[in-house]
Nanobody, 122 residues
Framework: QVQLVESGGGLVHPGGSLRLSCAASGYTASDHCMAWFRQAPGKEREEVATIGASTSYADSVKGRFTISRDNAKNTVSLQMNNLKPEDTALYYC??????????????????WGQGTQVTVSS
């Protein structure tokens, strides 16, 4: 059974950093397109980053967030720096059933984690 489990969320002050991790089981993350999404109350779900052969980022997080993969640990991480209050959201890890294509705008994610809450506040 495929399972994606996020961790690393929490409360941080503006300008702070957090590193989110997504642990995959029953599924090899390095063989599939992976992504991070986020959703804040009252807002649409937003795709923030993808990783396959290369990486893609939403304009709202470029230069601040970095997605990466640790193949040995079968995990995908999202390093978030210079956090802003508008980054507050429930962050989800997602995976496709294939490697390609893998770019922002895809609507075929098959597997989803339960989410981890990130709150940026003074």
């Amino acid at each position: 059974q495929v399972q994606l489990v996020e961790s690393g969320g929490g409360l941080v002050h503006p300008g702070g950093s957090l590193r989110l991790s997504c642990a995959a089981s029953g599924y090899t993350a390095s063989d599939h397109c992976m992504a991070w999404f986020r959703q804040a109350p009252g807002k649409e779900r937003e795709e923030v980053a993808t990783i396959g052969a290369s990486t893609s980022y939403a304009d709202s997080v470029k230069g601040r967030f970095t997605i990466s993969r640790d193949n040995a640990k079968n995990t995908v991480s999202l390093q978030m720096n210079n956090l802003k209050p508008e980054d507050t959201a429930l962050y989800y890890c997602a995976g496709k059933a294939h490697w390609w294509p893998c770019a922002l705008g895809g609507n075929d994610y098959r597997y989803w984690g339960q989410g981890t809450q990130v709150t940026v506040s003074s």
